[in-house]
């Protein structure tokens, strides 16, 4: 079983790291402890992370403060219909000067990129995505630009207005490790946001707590987490009960499953523990697993959701006991 108390930065545990960094965030971004956790979670597991919700609830501040916590470079590309896959990816040039051909990088070349309304921009530009978002890399005029790690895509799209859009295709949709949804504050919480944001900007205030390197060693020290035998086959029976589900005309796919157990490792890592546990895979199912299923037409009329079939499938498969 792996030790995550040597392998957090600057000599604390893994959980304090991740702590310190949720607290800065929250200076900017009050009453959403619990969407913190998700990204920061999300970042250290090497995922990227789909925020839906309407506009004006902090999507593009929780972007921004996350990146100044941990030190990197942060990119924002505005997704429009004009948009073209050279303008997120980059472009080679001539260089008149050097008499040579130069690749000029586009803001995927951040740590951090803020995909803003991704479903406006077309199929084609939004694929640009794909690989960098997969592969960590991207590949213009036949060569090849790897990207820096920690590499994170923070993509927000508006549920609400679909006119004009392009909804993202299952493959696309597959790509982000979660989906999650800000929401609205609680009365208490915009309380203190009309008190912190109302004469100044917090975001400009806030300092960044670890380096990047850090969050490469808290994402190392993840992957170590141990994983019973037992809690591998209740995931893979999870796996097989939303495939045999009425509801579901596309269950989670073995990536899906790898992506579950992944982020269950990190959500341990950031409760001090070296092992995970089922509540570790059941807190996290909706976030990781609900937009990569696929409700039928007649579930759909009867209001059935992909999260309502998840839980139906938690409460349904046996929580394995025993030895850890």
């Not at 505005?78 to 586009?106: H, M």
């Not at 790690?149 to 493959?171: C, D, K, R, W």
């Not at 579930?299 to 025993?322: F, K, M, Y």
């Amino acid at each position: 079983m792996a030790s995550i108390e040597t392998a957090a930065p600057r000599g604390t545990t893994f959980s304090e790291t991740f702590d310190r960094i949720v607290a800065n965030v929250e200076r900017v971004i009050q009453g959403k402890r619990e969407v913190i956790e998700l990204m920061l979670l999300c970042l250290v597991s090497d995922g990227h992370l789909l925020l839906e919700d309407v506009p004006g609830v902090g999507k593009t501040n929780l972007a921004k403060s996350l990146a100044t916590s941990i030190e990197c470079s942060f990119g924002r590309v505005q997704f429009t219909p004009d948009l073209l896959p050279s303008d997120v990816v980059g472009l080679t040039v001539w260089n008149r000067g050097a008499s040579t051909f130069e690749f000029r990088p586009g803001p995927i070349f951040n740590n951090i990129v803020l995909a803003d309304e991704i479903n406006r921009a077309s199929p084609k530009t939004q694929a640009a995505l794909l690989e960098a978002m997969a592969e960590g890399q991207v590949t213009v005029d036949g060569s090849t630009y790897p990207l820096a790690p920690p590499f994170m895509v923070i993509a927000t799209q508006n549920p609400i207005e679909h006119e004009g859009t392009y909804p993202l295709p299952e493959s696309q949709l597959d790509r982000f490790l979660m989906r999650v949804s800000v929401g609205y504050p609680s009365p208490d919480a915009e309380l203190e946001i009309l008190d912190t944001h109302g004469d100044h900007d917090p975001l400009r205030e806030i300092r960044p707590v670890v380096t990047q390197a850090d969050v490469q060693r808290m994402s190392a020290a993840s992957r170590k987490v141990h994983v019973a035998p037992s809690l591998k086959a209740y995931l893979v029976e999870l796996a097989q009960a939303t495939r045999r589900s009425t509801h579901l005309a596309l269950g989670i796919s073995p990536r899906a499953t790898l992506a579950l157990q992944r982020v269950a490792r990190a959500r341990a890592a950031s409760q001090g523990r070296g092992y995970v546990v089922p509540d570790d895979i059941k807190a996290l199912a909706v976030p990781v697993l609900a937009h990569r299923l696929v409700v039928t037409p007649e579930a759909q009329l009867q209001g059935v959701t992909a999260a309502d079939v998840l839980a139906e499938v938690l409460r349904a498969v046996p929580v394995p006991t025993g030895a850890r």
